[in-house]
């Protein structure tokens, strides 16, 4: 179950960055607002199927996990417009990497060693992707990985997803993915919405390009993916380790590296294909060595 329902928070995940990367005219700010509540006002109506526990171990790990997914969104979104899909986006794969130490601390989740061999296959099929000869491979894009600035962006967010995710868990254990994934949701698209408004009034209205129909359906639609890639991530954690179910996320890398070159004409080497295989292969790992 847990495995299944990682794979569709993955396309669920790739299906946003794709979006995300059609709308690169619009600013950070504005594209994570909009999508943000759009997917609070579609949601709304759950409000009669939740009930919201009002405790600690439920309301801290939820307010420290907002925090920190809008700060790393804000990231993610930046690097998406800045960066190739196909070269930025595989460095999210170190999120599981991280993960392991993470909630070994804070939940003290243990892999077996196998399964985690599966996590290193994803990473090592991430970086794979990049590479653009057999020397570069070696070394894993060498230095243009530290002059790159959407690789650096997405290496925080690899970072933040490492914590926000255990917050998550425990948020979710404490609830129900329903409850948590609601106020979640409204909570991010109240912030976003505080921070636009705010931005506004320092810099003045301006007439923007999201307000365009073609650009208002595919920010609407962002927020229902955003809802569905949260759902489907937060139901795995009440069967599955942490550091598992994101390493199996992570192949959504596979599919957004795929649409670089497929949507957005990127450049395409055997490397990538190499690199897809072994993201893959790591997951069928993780799910029959777990």
């Not at 990049?130 to 925080?156: N, Q, T, W």
């Not at 921070?195 to 301006?206: D, E, Q, T």
């Not at 069967?239 to 590296?257: C, H, M, Q």
Request: net charge positive; glycine share 6%.
């Amino acid at each position: 179950m847990w495995f299944a329902l990682s794979l569709l928070s993955a396309v669920s995940k790739s299906a946003s960055q794709i979006l995300t990367k059609k709308l690169h005219a619009l600013g950070t700010l504005e594209l994570a607002a909009y999508s943000h509540i759009f997917s609070a006002v579609l949601i709304l109506p759950l409000f009669f199927f939740v009930e919201i526990p009002l405790t600690g171990a439920f309301l801290y790990p939820t307010a420290c996990s907002t925090v920190m997914n809008v700060v790393a969104i804000l990231l993610l979104i930046q690097a998406i417009k800045i960066s190739d899909l196909s070269y930025s986006i595989p460095f999210l794969s170190l999120t599981p990497v991280f993960v392991i130490l993470v909630a070994f601390v804070f939940r003290g989740e243990v892999m077996s060693p196998l399964s985690a061999s599966g996590i290193f296959l994803i990473v090592l099929g991430a970086f794979v992707i990049d590479a653009r000869s057999l020397p570069d491979l070696a070394r894993f894009g060498g230095a243009r990985i530290f002059k790159d600035k959407g690789v650096l962006l997405v290496l925080s967010v690899a970072l933040i997803y490492s914590v926000s995710s255990v917050c998550d868990k425990s948020a979710t254990l404490a609830s129900s993915p329903l409850a948590y994934v609601w106020l979640f949701t409204l909570a991010r698209a109240a912030i976003f919405g505080l921070l636009l408004f705010l931005s506004r009034l320092k810099h003045g209205a301006k007439k923007s390009p999201a307000f365009e129909r073609r650009n208002l359906l595919v920010l609407i639609f962002i927020g229902l993916i955003y809802f569905l890639e949260a759902s489907f991530q937060m139901q795995a954690f009440e069967y599955g380790n942490v550091a598992e179910i994101i390493g199996v996320k992570r192949v959504s890398i596979l599919f957004t590296s795929l649409s670089g070159f497929m949507i957005f004409k990127e450049s395409f080497t055997r490397y990538k294909l190499i690199g897809a295989m072994l993201l893959v292969l790591g997951a069928v790992v993780i799910y029959v060595f777990r």
